[in-house]
T-cell receptor, first 113, second 116 residues
Framework: DAKTTQPNSMESNEEEPVHLPCNHSTISGTDYIHWYRQLPSQGPEYVIHGLTSNVNNRMASLAIAEDRKSSTLILHRATLRDAAVYYC??????????????FGQGTILTVHP | GAGVSQSPSNKVTEKGKDVELRCDPISGHTALYWYRQRLGQGLEFLIYFQGNSAPDKSGLPSDRFSAERTGESVSTLTIQRTQQEDSAVYLCASNRRGTSGNNEQFFGPGTRLTVL
């Protein structure tokens, strides 16, 4: 499975934008880029995913580099409830266990009031 | 609609006992995944079910771990002769097809297992 690399931690102030980077230099042409987050004491929740084009939804935006070797999750206005561990994942796209998620350590986002 | 549910939410057991954890996926979701998360760690994949295909058990850490799923419904994860290192939160997730990499997974709240 393609590997992702994220910073261990990031900090932000409330109501400011947050840019969470992810490197995935071994990504293949069929790999989707998914982001999940895990709030304290909860199971992970899906945030957003994309393949080639930038994506927006009610939670966040995903900016994908032209060569697809990196991507950035953008929270436009961080709130205290956005404090969580953010995971950048490339779900298994073929063979057995289609869609299997391999979680790394993720980025711990701290939001200051 | 109802999300993924898991039971029990908490389980405390003694070393050497067997435990059974239950997952009810979202109706219509053909793919079901079990993950384990030890305290302060990331999620580890355990097992994957897709419809009536043979499950992928490649993530099960030992033969004390087994899981079953009947059709596209409930799944049970069984841990025999529990050890203290089995203490973790066990998470279940499901999605609609599991046949490509673009389907979001929906996670349950997890079962927190503590082995004394």
């Amino acid at each position: 499975d393609a590997k992702t690399t994220q910073p261990n931690s990031m900090e932000s102030n409330e109501e400011e934008p947050v840019h969470l980077p992810c490197n995935h230099s071994t990504i293949s042409g069929t790999d989707y880029i998914h982001w999940y987050r895990q709030l304290p004491s909860q199971g992970p929740e899906y945030v957003i995913h994309g393949l080639t084009s930038n994506v927006n939804n009610r939670m966040a935006s995903l900016a994908i580099a032209e060569d697809r070797k990196s991507s950035t999750l953008i929270l436009h206005r961080a709130t205290l409830r956005d404090a969580a561990v953010y995971y950048c994942i490339l779900p298994k796209a073929g063979g057995t266990s289609y869609g299997k998620l391999t979680f790394g350590q993720g980025t711990i986002l701290t939001v200051h009031p | 609609g109802a999300g993924v549910s898991q039971s029990p939410s908490n389980k405390v057991t003694e070393k050497g006992k067997d435990v059974e954890l239950r997952c009810d996926p979202i109706s219509g979701h053909t793919a079901l995944y079990w993950y384990r998360q030890r305290l302060g760690q990331g999620l580890e994949f355990l097992i994957y079910f897709q419809g009536n295909s043979a499950p992928d058990k490649s993530g099960l850490p030992s033969d004390r771990f087994s899981a079953e799923r009947t059709g596209e419904s409930v799944s049970t994860l069984t841990i025999q002769r529990t050890q203290q290192e089995d203490s973790a939160v066990y998470l279940c997730a499901s999605n609609r097809r599991g046949t490509s990499g673009n389907n979001e997974q929906f996670f349950g709240p997890g079962t927190r297992l503590t082995v004394l």
